[in-house]
């Protein structure tokens, strides 16, 4: 997975009334856990720019006034209405020890049941995963060339190497439903024409009784 610096300095003191000045001078005040010690810090607002305004997932190496520590981004919390970030929590992360974090999937290939003409449903954009840091990847890649209409791919399908999947094995991450066009193409009238076709024959007087309705 790959790698981002954010540099930050050590918080002098805690408490409302600082972290608010802080905000104002465009800081971020943030917190490290999962170490020996909890470490308080601020982190200018640009610097955090990289990890939040993306898609992708990062491993962080925080740089502390020259000390740095692996770290992933844990929390976030937003002003409720302005652009502004209030707090920021990272969790200390070690070579021997698995993490838990979240990986964005990325779809590969044109599915069967689309050219056919279903309609793809993404269900899953990212996936709960446990593993080492140096075994993380980017993106899950899943291949959906082979997905037919009605069939899906579930998590339990899932195999990557040196991962765990967290969620649970019978969520679906992607299927291929059914669409107005299949539908179509198999013969199937859609419910509109359906509707104009018993129509047209009750003003034609060939059919003046609707059908008994089948339940």
Not at 9 to 30: C, F, H, I, T
Not at 49 to 61: A, G, M, N, Q, S
Not at 142 to 168: P, T, W
């Amino acid at each position: 997975m790959k790698s981002v610096v954010i540099k930050g300095q050590k918080r002098e003191s805690l408490g409302k009334k600082e972290a608010k000045k802080l905000r104002s001078q465009e800081l971020v005040p943030a917190v490290l856990y999962g170490g020996e010690e909890v470490v308080h810090f601020t982190v200018p607002f640009s610097e955090l720019r990289k990890l939040i305004y993306t898609p992708d997932v990062y491993l962080v190496d925080i740089d502390i006034e020259g000390k740095t520590y692996k770290a992933i981004m844990q929390d976030i919390q937003w002003h409720p209405v302005e652009e502004v970030i209030l707090h920021v929590d990272f969790m200390k992360i070690g070579d021997e020890k698995p993490i838990k974090i979240s990986i964005p999937v990325k779809l590969n290939g044109l599915a069967r049941g689309v050219k056919a003409g279903g309609k793809l449903k993404k269900n899953l954009r990212v996936l709960k995963v446990k593993a080492l840091a140096e075994n993380l990847p980017d993106v899950i890649n899943v291949d959906i060339a082979k997905l037919g209409i009605g069939q899906s791919i579930k998590v339990a399908d899932l195999k990557v190497e040196n991962i765990e999947f967290l969620d649970s094995k019978s969520n679906m991450v992607v299927s291929v439903i059914t669409s107005r066009a299949a539908k179509s193409a198999m013969g199937a009238l859609p419910e509109d024409e359906e509707e104009e076709t018993a129509e047209g024959e009750a003003e034609g007087g060939e059919a003046t009784e609707a059908p008994a309705s089948e339940e």
